[in-house]
């Protein structure tokens, strides 16, 4: 991987981990969802959380940008803590793209004023300047000539695609994906994972929650393993999949790699 990100010029580059997550813990209720949890990105490196379902990878993503508020601990992006709300929180919010499941594009604007909409109204861009980036960042992903339709006469995965180019189009220092092709058909999911997999070979800093074992070991530098809320685990891919050290991730790979 490259070790530089093209969305980490601002603050010090090259100055510690870009994202640190410092004994974090959530809580549904009773429910302990996210169990001291520590881990360090550095930049430029792309780390995939995996687990089983309701072990907590979505909420840590989600917790990252503060989507998901925490019940203690601290996450800092680039060396400054998350504030807890207001305006603070909105521009430190505005460096960490977010990729859903559902692709929560506006339905009633456009693929090219969906993505231009960020960098206008949060980044205070010249309207022809946001489009020019954006038809630059569509054109990346691949969906350049859908520029002036709707998202509901896209496919899933163009959909998929513009999200990412809007992510993009605020520049930002680190990207999260929360299960980004599992709302997707078979066919549509390698389109993309093609554009995931590019991104991280230009040295984007990526976290990624998916089920998708070949972006895994294709793309990642690092398998977080994550179980009822605790991770578990990590690895570089190769040793992961190889060579898990914990009974539970034995378990998990033996169910996950027998189904692929």
């Keep these: 991987m490259v070790s530089q990100s093209p969305g980490s010029s601002a603050g010090q580059p090259g100055s510690g981990p870009l994202v640190?997550?410092?004994?974090?813990?959530?809580?549904?209720?009773?429910?302990?969802?996210?169990?001291?949890?520590?881990?360090?990105?550095?930049r430029g490196e792309v780390v995939v959380i995996i687990g089983p379902s309701g072990s907590g990878k979505s909420t840590l993503c989600r917790a990252i940008n503060r989507l998901e508020p925490i019940t203690s601990?601290?996450?800092?992006?680039?060396?400054?803590?998350?504030?807890?709300?207001?305006?603070?929180?909105?521009?430190?919010?505005?460096?960490?793209?977010?990729?859903?499941?559902?692709?929560?594009?506006?339905?009633?604007?456009?693929?090219?004023?969906?993505?231009?909409?960020?960098?206008?109204?949060v980044r205070k861009m010249r309207k022809a300047e946001a489009e020019?980036?954006?038809?630059?960042?569509?054109?990346?992903?691949?969906?350049?000539?859908?520029?002036?339709?709707?998202?509901?006469?896209?496919?899933?995965?163009?959909?998929?695609?513009?999200?990412?180019?809007?992510?993009?189009?605020?520049?930002?220092?680190?990207?999260?994906?929360?299960?980004?092709?599992?709302?997707?058909d078979p066919e549509m999911i390698n389109e993309v994972l093609d554009v995931m997999v590019a991104l991280a070979q230009e040295g984007m800093t990526m976290i990624v929650v998916t089920h998708e074992m070949g972006f895994a070991r294709r793309a990642g530098d690092r398998v977080v393993f994550m179980d009822s809320g605790s991770i578990v685990e990590e690895a570089?891919?190769?040793?992961?999949?190889?060579?898990?050290?914990?009974?539970?991730?034995?378990?998990?790979?033996?169910?996950?790699?027998?189904?692929?």
């Excluded at 302990?32 to 550095?42: K, T």
């Excluded at 709707?150 to 999260?176: D, T």
């Excluded at 891919?237 to 996950?256: G, H, M, Q, V």
Aim: proline share 5%; net charge neutral; no cysteine.
């Design 20 to 42: 640190v997550l410092d004994n974090v813990n959530k809580y549904f209720g009773d429910l302990h969802v996210l169990q001291d949890i520590n881990l360090s990105v550095a």
């Design 73 to 121: 601990g601290t996450i800092s992006i680039d060396g400054v803590p998350l504030p807890a709300e207001g305006k603070a929180l909105a521009q430190l919010r505005s460096d960490v793209g977010m990729v859903f499941q559902s692709f929560n594009l506006f339905a009633h604007k456009t693929v090219l004023q969906n993505v231009t909409m960020g960098p206008v109204k």
């Design 132 to 184: 020019e980036l954006a038809m630059g960042l569509l054109e990346r992903v691949g969906v350049a000539n859908q520029a002036n339709k709707l998202p509901a006469q896209l496919s899933g995965g163009q959909q998929q695609r513009v999200a990412i180019a809007r992510a993009l189009a605020m520049k930002p220092k680190v990207m999260l994906f929360d299960e980004p092709t599992s709302a997707l």
């Design 236 to 260: 570089d891919p190769d040793e992961f999949f190889t060579n898990p050290r914990t009974d539970r991730a034995k378990d998990f790979l033996s169910k996950i790699l027998t189904n692929d």
